[in-house]
């Protein structure tokens, strides 16, 4: 109703040929939008307005078991678009220090280097949010959670070599607000491994991970 | 409010319990959008997330309704931002790509990927800035065609040649169709010709083959 009255308003302005019945309701409608109308800009909402939060990003703490090393503890960023409320892609990057290895300490490999032993990793991954719902902590505490699996692919570098990496694994979330939340993940790294020309294989590197993340 | 009610729940998902309603005419303020959802406040100051699609029911201070974004089918026709990741063999390695780009009309779109491809001996790692033109972007199954310029940056371990550690100019021509499959995502085809503008003698051209997804938003 307003956009026709400008449209009928401005018409007569720039002086088109209007029908007469049109014009003279269109005098008498703006006389009386003069009177009745307050002063007062109508907003119009569109959602585009809004301020959207999609993404994340987080830290994280954790432990991996490097196959045929002593495992390490180690840090590592996250950073997630979620596409949905069911969907959401991921990257991550860390790092790890491998320990020993019983071949190392038995004898049969020479050792590696501290320069070698550097494990560091990233990865992209699709994730799928499984179980949404809360949890309650004793009587007026109660929390949004999810439950999420997460699969894809990245690079290791380890022993100085690269290594085109497989990666999956699944995790628990807990929201103490609708903006920031602590997670607990498992998550398997899986590539083909040869070591210093030797032992060529398949390896499963296990890592547990606890972290925090904020939406933006 | 314009419907006879809504739902608030308690986070952003269908998965979450409905804890409060909203009935028609009671006043709401939009906070903030996560995914599908909007974080409302009612007056009485309880706050929770209603579905995106139930402010088409609620009226704005024009006494109209709130207007929505498109969505899906609609919003791939008319979106500007898009992120994927792409598996793919590059002159027969594995490798792994991350794209992100914007798009600045219907048929052009500029954006960068990042890729790096390993094998036992040799690992490769490129940076592009691309530039792509979709000729028919409204069909499901769109072409497009692509160039790019960046560097590429290698290293090659063997014990039978040199080894190679180098950091070169790279030249790309690429041609695929963007697939769209539901909601916000896309499938993306892709061949790849990198020309590698080495201080050697002669240039180095590769061929790669992709596969993967955009999302789009």
């Known amino acids: 109703m ?48 809004l301020d959207t939060e999609d993404f994340e990003i987080g830290v994280f703490y954790g432990y991996m078991s490097i196959e045929d090393f002593a495992g390490s503890w180690g840090p590592g960023l996250r ?22 290895s019983s071949a190392e300490i038995g004898g049969g490999l020479p050792s590696l280097t501290d320069e070698q032993r550097q494990y560091t990793y990233y990865n992209l991954n699709l994730g799928y949010n499984l179980f949404p719902g809360e949890v309650f902590i004793s009587d007026d505490w109660a929390f949004n959670s999810t439950f999420y699996i997460v699969g894809g692919a990245g690079n290791t570098t380890f022993a100085e070599n690269q290594h085109f990496t497989y990666s999956f ?48 | 409010m314009d419907d006879a009610y809504i739902e608030m729940r308690t986070g952003p998902g269908r998965g979450f319990p409905v804890f409060h309603v909203v009935e028609k005419g009671e006043a709401i303020t939009l906070l903030k959008k996560r995914t599908d959802w909007v974080k409302v406040k009612t007056k009485r100051g309880q706050s929770g997330w209603v ?52 798009r600045f009309t219907p048929n052009l779109q500029m954006g960068f990927s990042l890729s790096q491809a390993t094998s036992r001996i040799a690992d490769s ?18 072409p497009f065609f692509e160039l790019g310029a960046g560097a590429i940056h290698s290293t090659k371990r063997s014990a039978l040649d040199q080894p190679l550690d180098s950091t070169d100019a790279s030249l790309l021509i690429a041609t695929g169709v963007n697939i769209y499959l539901s909601r916000s995502f896309m499938g ?24 993967g997804f955009n999302v789009f938003f």
């Not at chain 1, 959401?88 to 491998?98: D, M, W």
């Not at chain 1, 590539?191 to 933006?216: C, D, H, P, S, T």
């Not at chain 2, 490129?126 to 769109?142: E, N, S």
Request: no cysteine; charged share 20%; aromatic share 12%.
């Open chain 1, 2 to 49: 307003e956009s026709w009255i400008q449209r009928v308003l401005l018409s007569a302005l720039i002086g088109l040929p209007m029908a007469a019945a049109a014009q003279d309701q269109s005098n008498t409608e703006s006389v009386l939008d003069k009177i009745v109308t307050p002063d007062m800009e109508r907003r119009h909402i569109e959602e585009d307005q």
């Open chain 1, 79 to 100: 950073a997630a678009y979620h596409i949905s409320e069911d969907f959401f892609l991921e990257g991550n990057y860390g790092q790890h220090t491998a320990g020993l």
């Open chain 2, 125 to 142: 790692k490129i940076g592009y800035l691309r530039l792509q033109h979709q000729p028919w972007p409204h069909w499901r199954i769109a």
């Open chain 2, 188 to 211: 993306r085809l892709e061949y790849n010709n990198h020309r590698i503008l080495t201080s050697r003698d002669e240039n180095e051209e590769v061929s790669e083959w992709k596969v």
């Open chain 2, 51 to 102: 579905y995106r699609h139930q402010l088409a029911l609620t009226l704005g201070p024009d006494q109209l309704p709130v207007t929505l974004k498109p969505s899906g089918r609609d919003l791939y026709e008319d979106h500007s931002w898009e992120l994927g990741l792409a598996m793919g063999q590059f002159g027969g390695v594995d490798s792994l790509s991350f794209y992100a780009g914007h």
């Open chain 1, 169 to 216: 694994g699944a995790g628990f979330k807990i929201y103490f607000t609708d903006w920031i939340n602590l997670h607990i993940d498992a998550r398997n790294h899986v590539f083909e491994r040869e070591l210093l020309g030797y032992n060529k294989k398949w390896v499963n590197n296990m890592q547990a991970n606890v972290g925090l993340a904020i939406f933006f």
